[in-house]
Nanobody
Framework: QVQLVESGGGLVQAGGSLRLSCVAS????????MAWFRQAPGKDREFVAA????????IYEDSVKVRFTISRDNAKNTVILQMNSLKPEDTAVYYC???????????????WGQGTQVTVSS
């Protein structure tokens, strides 16, 4: 069992930065691929970024690729999403996810956090 708790969301102006953190409980954290998804009002949950458990390789959704960075610290059971050059269209609830598969699909997720709100004003 893995429990995920996100923090770091908030209100920021366009062009600003936020750093989201996700702390996991459970001794098997290091064997899970970790990801961030987001969901805007009235829209489906969409993939943002993911990082593998084995070699920390990363994948990104195209619109965030040069602005967001995902990283993990297995010793601290933590995954970070550094978000720079934020845009109003990045506004959403951001969810931390743990999966046995490195995937862009939310269907493959084993565990979800409760979400943290990110609001970018224009």
């Amino acid at each position: 069992q893995v429990q995920l708790v996100e923090s770091g969301g908030g209100l920021v102006q366009a062009g600003g930065s936020l750093r989201l953190s996700c702390v996991a409980s459970g001794r098997t954290f290091s064997t899970y691929n970790m990801a961030w998804f987001r969901q805007a009002p009235g829209k489906d949950r969409e993939f943002v970024a993911a990082i593998s458990w084995s070699d920390s390789s990363t994948i990104y959704e195209d619109s965030v690729k040069v602005r967001f960075t995902i990283s993990r610290d297995n010793a601290k059971n933590t995954v970070i999403l550094q978000m720079n050059s934020l845009k109003p269209e990045d506004t959403a609830v951001y969810y931390c996810a743990a999966s046995k598969f490195l995937s862009r699909s939310p269907i493959m997720t084993n565990y979800w956090g409760q979400g943290t709100q990110v609001t970018v004003s224009s």
